[in-house]
């Protein structure tokens, strides 16, 4: 007998390989409904890990995952699999709606500091600091558009996701070797164009 004329074992039958996400974006990019309920099955739990992650409040987490969820759902076919691991692509519009919630939330405790502060004058240093923050901010953003995206990818799931090259690698769907190297590159070109000396 050959092993693959064996039973499985306690005699149930082999369970078929669930279908790739790549597979089932491209049916949810045509409104299948069924196909998105295996996409919020297979990523909902690695989403709302890294969102909590970032925003760091388990509530708004949750708003946060369901919000990434539905441009899934509405976006899917803008999805490219020549960029990127479906994975990957679902985790980036993740980030960036956590992102986007954290400074929404540090712009809101902003305007109400300014309030609470509308008598007070700002000393110059005060602004200089603040002006100078945001101009770091931007040239970050300018340089890391630079970079490729597997290198970008793996860069902001490193830092700004708290990611171990494994789980990068993992996620990515990519060798781990190979997001070593990007990563190292990708942080060479941004020392680079930050002009940080080494």
Known sequence: MRPE?????????????????????????????????QVYAQVAGPVFGMVLR????RAQSEEVT????????????RYDPD???????????????AIDR??????????????ARMDVHRPFDEVAESVAARLEQERLRRCLGGLTDLQRESVTFAYYGGYSYREVSELLKVPLATVKTRMRDGLIRLRDCLGVER
């Open 102 to 115: 954290v400074r929404s939330a540090q712009a809101g405790a902003d305007r109400e500091t300014r309030v």
């Open 5 to 37: 004329d064996e039973a499985p074992p306690e005699g149930r039958p082999h369970a078929a390989a669930p279908p790739e996400l790549d597979d089932l974006l491209r049916q949810v990019a045509r409104g299948d409904r069924d196909a998105f309920e």
């Open 54 to 57: 970032v925003v760091r409040d």
């Open 83 to 97: 960029r990127g691991s479906a994975m990957a692509w679902v985790m980036t519009i993740a980030h960036r709606r």
């Open 66 to 77: 369901q919000e990434a969820l539905v441009e899934v759902w509405r976006a899917a076919a």
